[in-house]
């Protein structure tokens, strides 16, 4: 609970300042720049004073800290072999999740536009650049990206694909290799 007195922080915005007064839910805080604020309990955050932290720190336990350190961590027995062709591989996520930041006002028909072109301009950028293989995250679901990856891929002369690693993607990513022309 804040206190009168106390040194505040506000959550969303980039204010600091004293509590003056605290009625009920509402706080009274003066910023530092001298203005006179009300806000909500829950818009604010107690700023601890540096001498206050060195305090809290001094009373922190050292044996609590060096038993964190001794305790072994738990091993994971699953190790992936690495292929000396899979390094640097690049990874595209077709996700629609990753490809914008809000999805809402799209349909159906607009999010596969956008990936199938998301998916074009990559495998043309790789085919300039003679990337000789990529990964096109696409995930599982109904199927509907990954035949429009297939179709996609079927178009371009000296491409071949495949699933991809089933162990590091499961069933939802595919492999593209590049055939490199010498000219």
């Known amino acids: 609970m804040l206190v009168k007195g106390d040194k505040v922080s506000v959550l969303d915005e980039a204010i600091n300042g004293t509590v003056i007064s605290v009625k009920n839910n509402e706080i009274l805080i003066e910023t530092e720049d001298g203005f006179m604020m009300t806000f909500l309990v ?29 305790e ?17 591989v690049p990874e595209f996520d077709l996700h629609i999740e990753k490809l914008v930041p809000n999805k809402r006002g799209m349909s159906n028909y607009d999010i596969l536009t956008l990936q199938t072109e998301t998916a074009k301009r990559h495998i043309e950028f790789a085919i ?3 990337i000789p293989k990529i990964v096109f995250i696409h995930g599982v ?8 990856l297939d179709f ?3 178009r371009y002369d000296g491409i071949d694909f495949q699933d991809a690693n089933y162990q590091k993607y499961g069933l939802g990513a595919t492999e593209i290799y590049i055939r490199q022309n010498n000219k």
Do not use: C
């Not at 107690?46 to 800290?65: A, G, V, Y």
């Not at 072994?72 to 640097?88: A, L, N, T």
């Open 42 to 70: 829950n818009e604010l955050i107690k700023i601890q004073e540096t001498s206050d932290l060195m305090n809290s720190i001094k009373r922190i336990d050292l044996d609590e800290i060096s038993k964190e350190k001794t």
């Open 128 to 130: 300039r650049n003679r």
């Open 141 to 148: 679901g109904e199927g509907i990206l990954k035949a429009e």
């Open 152 to 154: 996609l891929l079927g």
């Open 72 to 88: 072994p961590k738990p091993r994971s027995f699953v190790k992936e072999k690495k292929d000396k062709r899979d390094f640097g």
